[in-house]
């Protein structure tokens, strides 16, 4: 079976999907089926812990049939995101967390510092990080020499649906990883999420382009596929790219007319 494998669970499913920006519970509940996800990430900071029985869109996910990833969104510093972390795994009793440090409000880029000082210090004390960083094939190769669990590359500012716009750097730290990468942030259409995963990309992180669609169900299902058809693609093994056209027919012993 072709698994994704992270600190050693295994995934049936390469698509990692978000829970933030739908329009409704019906929405979300709906996409997440159709996109058949098994790991779903959190804002901690969403939850209201001066009223813990608010409720939510989040309530109404039967949390026992996925992977909770806990997100530290909202921290500007590593020791915020630090702080994020140890309380996410008091909420959910899960040692899994996908690190972001941001402290810029308009492009949502992130702290390649920030991000490495809380994740040596988070996996330090046990827990399986999975950090958020712009396509910087250093960093993502020094976070993985400190322990993290994946490198998760922006293909393009959160949100933005601008699609891949670093694809050669992305290739760079694709080729050089030991661990998985998993590309996040900007996709806007599955096909976006197929060019990625044809380059050797392990999974995709896909939340504003499902949530925002005129039909976040189908839009599940169409990142769904997109993901499972370049995964395919890249394990089939591409044709040479040629400057010349190369004929599929035949071009010898042609009976001359």
Known sequence: MDDLEIAGKKFKSRLITGTGKHRSSKDLKESIVSSGTEMITVAIRRINFDNPKEKNLLDDINWDNYNILPNTAGSKTAEEAIFTAKLAREVTSSNWIKVEVIPDAKYLLPDPIGTLDACQTLVNEGFIVLPYISPDPVLAKRLED?????????????????????????????????????????????????????????????????????DPKLMGEAFKLGVQAGRKAYLSGRIPISNNAVASSPVENIPKI
């Open 146 to 214: 400190i322990g993290c669990a994946t490198v998760m590359p922006l293909g393009s500012p959160i949100g933005s649906g601008r699609g891949v716009l670093a694809l050669e750097e992305i290739n760079i730290i694709i080729e050089q990883s030991n661990i998985p990468v998993v590309v996040d942030a900007g996709l806007g259409v599955p096909s976006e999420a197929s060019l990625v995963m044809e380059s050797g990309a392990d999974a995709v992180l896909v939340n504003t382009a499902i949530a925002g669609a005129k």
